[in-house]
């Protein structure tokens, strides 16, 4: 996606889950936008391909080693990010745990449900928890959480996913409160159904029936997300925080 002006020219932008999919859809349009990026993600192999190609592009790009379950490898990653920047204007908490789904409540595993818990919730706590010291010392930082849309509508056989991008929402507008006199923004895009390799296990009656029942009908691409994480990590949102926005072509209509 190409950015046709330089909306973050000279941000400092730390980005997780970046090695594919969506994550790296957003460092994309991120480093074109003007930023410095720092990548992070658990497929470190797959982070140093994505690393090598930006680089070539001439984007002032590198990765990091990060397993969100582990809370020391947070700080770690998160302490050789905000250094290799020199700070950090906007963070974007986008790695998460996906396939859990096609398990009715009753099926579900305790291990399933924790393993989700870990990453996608108490993952992103820590993340931004580690950010916070250089995001106050940016004076205009800015934290974008990747939420879903399966909460605004109640996805069924998928209940740990769900439930843990609802509380990477109510994360959010709580956070967005605390740290609104740091003049910190949090904020969440809440995606539909896009086409990456985390939701290649998605049936495709879902995927159907998200095409069907969107206002605009054809399949929801990873660029399209692109423009939500810009607006919120730039200039033009400093007075918008603890907010939902769902980018999901008018399936849900938040």
């Known amino acids: 996606m190409k950015q046709s002006t330089q909306l973050l020219a000279g941000r400092r932008i730390f980005i997780t889950g970046a090695a594919r999919g969506l994550g790296l859809a957003f460092v994309t349009a991120v480093a074109e936008a003007g930023a410095s990026v720092a990548m992070a993600d658990i497929l470190e192999d797959s982070l140093?391909?994505?690393v090598s190609d930006l680089q070539q592009r001439g984007f002032n790009v590198t990765g990091f080693p990060l397993d969100l379950a582990d809370p020391e490898s947070i700080k770690s990653c998160a302490d050789q990010?905000?250094?290799?920047?020199?700070?950090?204007?906007?963070?974007?908490?986008?790695?998460?745990?996906?396939?859990?789904?096609?398990?009715?409540?009753?099926?579900?595993?305790?291990?399933?449900?924790?393993?989700?818990?870990?990453?996608?919730?108490?993952?992103?706590?820590?993340?931004?928890?580690?950010?916070l010291a250089a995001l106050r010392a940016s004076g205009r930082g800015s934290i974008v959480n990747l939420s879903s849309d399966t909460p605004l509508w109640g996805a069924p056989n998928l209940l740990a996913y769900v439930a843990s991008k609802s509380a990477v929402i109510g994360m959010t507008r709580s956070l967005a409160r605390e740290l609104g006199a740091d003049n910190i923004t949090v904020n969440a895009v809440a995606p539909g159904l896009t086409l990456v390799e985390a939701t290649e296990y998605v049936p495709q009656?879902?995927?159907?029936?998200?095409?069907?029942?969107?206002?605009?009908?054809r399949e929801q691409l990873p660029e399209d997300v692109c423009g939500a994480v810009i607006y919120a990590l730039s200039d033009m949102s400093r007075f918008y925080t603890g907010q939902v926005m769902a980018v999901n072509g008018g399936f849900v209509m938040n």
């Open 48 to 50: 140093q391909q994505a």
């Open 81 to 131: 990010a905000i250094g290799w920047l020199g700070g950090l204007d906007g963070l974007v908490n986008n790695a998460a745990v996906t396939n859990s789904g096609g398990r009715t409540s009753e099926q579900l595993e305790i291990e399933m449900w924790d393993k989700v818990m870990a990453v996608n919730v108490r993952g992103t706590w820590l993340m931004t928890n580690a950010c």
């Open 205 to 217: 009656a879902r995927h159907q029936m998200y095409h069907d029942r969107r206002a605009i009908q």
